[in-house]
Structures are given as structure tokens and as C-alpha cells.
């Protein structure tokens, strides 16, 4: 596998899917190619993926389809008080208190994709939110972190990622 920590600055050349290159003159992004050519990377390009607008704001996007063994669960957080006749009352934490958390694995990924994924969580670093559609149900975009993930090598040319996403409110 290439290596997540040498990262190109954009030049007009041709790229190739999942190429990953940096671009920006006041602010450095970093763009995942997702067609191949020599387009320019900027937010909302149809040719490079890892930025979108998110409640007027531009922020990272994962923008990579799991597998099908994506898991969500969700756990609202709720206070009980329990009454001695066996009655109970139940309250809302506070307002964003049934936030999801997704299990992901994106499985049989070439080299460059397991790339471009582990480089996305890399610059990240469990700390910076992204954009990300999670499957239906739940299927409208959210922000999330990802606290940590493991990168497989099944063969050559044949990777594994699975991973953690927290939905988060900021």
C-alpha cells in the first residue's frame, strides 16, 4: 500500500480514481479523485470527492459506500426515576439525546481505495466531524467521527476497513 503520509500537491496531470492530491492557496484540502482526469479539485466538483456544505458550512464528507453488513444502533439516553408503586418516569437527557452510531466495513477494496479510506480517518484523527449519509433507515446526511478503525490486508489488491462512526451535534 502507498503510503497515507506522502501526499501530493495537485498539478495539472492526469489522475486516477481514488488519487489522492492537496489543493488549496489559503486553506490546504485535501481531495480524493473520484473519475480520473485533469480537473481541478473544489467543494462540490463531480470529479473529486471530500468536502461538501453542511448547514452552510463546508466540512469533510466521507463519501465511500460500505459494505452490506452495515450495523446501526441507536441508545437514547433517558433519565428514570423509579416511584415505589412500581410506576416510573422517563426524560429526555437533552435535546440531541438518540444520537446513532454505525459499524461499517468496507470490504474487498482495492489498494487505492483502502488508501484514500485510511487517509480520510488519518487527517481526521478522531477529532475533526464529517458529512455522511448512513443507509436507510437512517438514510439523511449527519455528522460523525470515527474514534477508530482496522485496516486489513485479506490478499494483494485486496483490502478490508471496518470502522466506528459516532454521530456527533457541535
Known amino acids: 500500500m502507498a503510503s497515507i ?16 492530491c492537496s489543493y488549496g492557496t489559503t486553506v490546504k484540502r485535501f481531495y480524493y479523485n473520484l473519475r480520473g482526469g485533469h480537473a481541478t ?3 462540490g466538483s463531480p470529479d473529486w470527492g471530500g ?14 459506500t460500505p459494505s452490506y453488513s452495515a450495523s446501526i444502533s441507536t441508545e437514547p439516553q433517558v433519565d428514570v426515576v423509579k ?3 412500581g410506576y416510573e418516569q422517563r ?11 454505525l459499524s461499517v466495513s468496507f470490504d474487498g477494496r482495492d489498494e487505492k481505495e483502502a488508501e484514500a479510506i485510511a487517509h480520510f480517518f488519518h487527517v481526521r484523527a478522531a477529532q475533526e466531524a464529517f458529512a455522511f449519509l448512513p443507509p436507510s433507515p437512517y438514510a439523511s446526511m449527519k455528522k460523525f467521527v470515527c474514534r477508530g478503525w482496522d485496516v486489513t490486508m485479506n490478499f494483494q489488491n485486496n483490502y478490508t476497513i471496518k470502522c466506528d462512526f459516532e454521530e456527533v451535534v457541535e
Open 41 to 43: 479539485p473544489f467543494v
Open 83 to 85: 416511584f415505589g408503586d
Open 51 to 64: 468536502y461538501t456544505t453542511y448547514d452552510t458550512k463546508v466540512i469533510p464528507h466521507f463519501f465511500w
Open 91 to 101: 426524560t429526555q437527557q437533552n435535546i440531541s439525546s438518540d444520537l446513532i452510531r
Open 5 to 20: 503520509y506522502e501526499i501530493p500537491e495537485w498539478t495539472n496531470i492526469s489522475w486516477t480514481i481514488n488519487d489522492i
